[in-house]
């Protein structure tokens, strides 16, 4: 099979002549046949950007290689290196995740000694309990609000009302039964401040 390749051949005015797969056109003497571009190992084409006023072709991102026994070494995967911003991001987000989480479970614990030491009848468990759900992250309870970050007496009274109404009244059976917020508030208000009174009255448990 003959291969495209262009050749110089002699012509009868002394001109040369352009030979590609047998096929002949006149050329002016001097002038280099046209050169054929290489593709780009990746696969992509250049992209064409304009710099200082001027066209120029600018590269695909560099590719990851890595061994493949059956293709050799150092073969490319198409896998896109990752740029270097992009991992110490990455780093600065892991780092920030675990940072917050130390600091929730520092403020859990605050909040647990807070709640004890104000209702020494209430048991770790369920001051714990009480404080890991005021303090919440991103949940617009009393324990995110800047108040509760300082533990003030009235956040940390406020966070243990709201787990009384909660758990020891019929607070969510009035609310499901179609009583408004307001007047389900009223009605089990009573009750709240006996279990308040019992926990303040009664010694600290184990």
Known sequence: MHCPI???QPADNGRCRTAV???CRPRAPG???PRRRRAHPSGEARQPTVSGGRAVESSPPALRTARNPRRGRGHRT?????????RMRERRRERDARRRILEDERFVAELADAIRSRFPGCSPGRAE???????????GRIGRTSAGRLLTPEAVRLAVVASVRHEDTAYEDLLMSGVPRTKARDLVRED?????????STSARP
């Open 6 to 8: 262009w050749t110089r």
């Open 21 to 23: 797969h047998g096929l």
């Open 31 to 33: 002038v280099s046949p």
């Open 78 to 86: 198409g896998r896109a290196r990752v740029p270097r911003r992009q």
């Open 129 to 139: 309990r009480i404080a890991r759900h005021a303090g919440a992250r991103s949940s």
């Open 192 to 200: 709240v401040d006996k279990v308040l009174r019992a926990w303040l």
